[in-house]
């Protein structure tokens, strides 16, 4: 962030929920005011996230 990041994509949602969201807090930084963050592989749980995430949803049953 300090070097000017304005966005952060996830490779699971699990990493944004568990890890980067959390880690945000700690440093005082607010979604999406300080940073924009969106990621891959929707659980469901991304919804009640604050504000909710942004995700790309993969419906693998629909993929083949």
């Known amino acids: 962030l300090d070097q000017g990041a304005t966005a952060?994509?996830?490779l699971g949602h699990k990493l944004a929920t568990r890890g980067l969201l959390?880690?945000?807090?700690?440093?005082?930084?607010?979604v999406p005011k300080d940073l924009?963050?969106?990621?891959?592989?929707?659980?469901?749980?991304?919804?009640?996230?604050q504000p909710p995430l942004t995700v790309i949803d993969t419906s693998l049953p629909l993929l083949g």
């Open 8 to 10: 952060c994509f996830c």
């Open 36 to 49: 924009s963050v969106a990621a891959y592989d929707n659980a469901g749980a991304t919804a009640e996230t």
């Open 22 to 30: 959390p880690a945000l807090n700690r440093l005082g930084r607010t």
